[in-house]
């Protein structure tokens, strides 16, 4: 181990980009990739759940459609990311087809809340500071986006962290 290796890891930071470059190659094609397939899936979730609370409404003549009044994007789409990103595979179904997780810079999974709050941090910077916010990852070694270093997340490719961490 060299005195980088050690300075490295002595700011928490397990997953180095100059001797692992393969983590992080081809990182945002593959989150971008990960996106639309979620963005598709929480539009699928989205009208099941609002069908299901159709169907409700009927059935307690009319009483269940109050539950339209609520955020239901936002609640379909932050239980989606909590449960897929929270979850033991550390992935939404999007980033598992594209190839890629989330860990902690420390080298752990996130839980359910990290999930969500990425989430919300994401659709909070790209809304109030424009997409222009994700070049933020064209200038990160390690492919970051400003929501990631803000929680101190890491998106990397799952075959090479499965390889070098046995």
Known sequence: MTHYDDAYRAAGQVFDPVREPELFDGVLAKR????IVDAILI???LLL???VILAMGVITLGVAWFLFAL???AIVALLYVALTLGGPKAA???MRLAGVTIRSTDGERIGAIIAAAHALLFWFSVSVLTPLVLLVGLFSNRKRLLHDMLLGTVI???DPLARTRR
């Not at 971008?32 to 996106?35: L, N, P």
């Open 43 to 45: 539009g699928f979730f």
């Open 92 to 94: 939404t179904p999007g």
């Open 49 to 51: 759940a609002s069908i």
């Open 156 to 158: 990397m490719n799952v």
């Open 71 to 73: 955020p239901l994007f």
């Open 32 to 35: 971008f990739f990960a996106f």
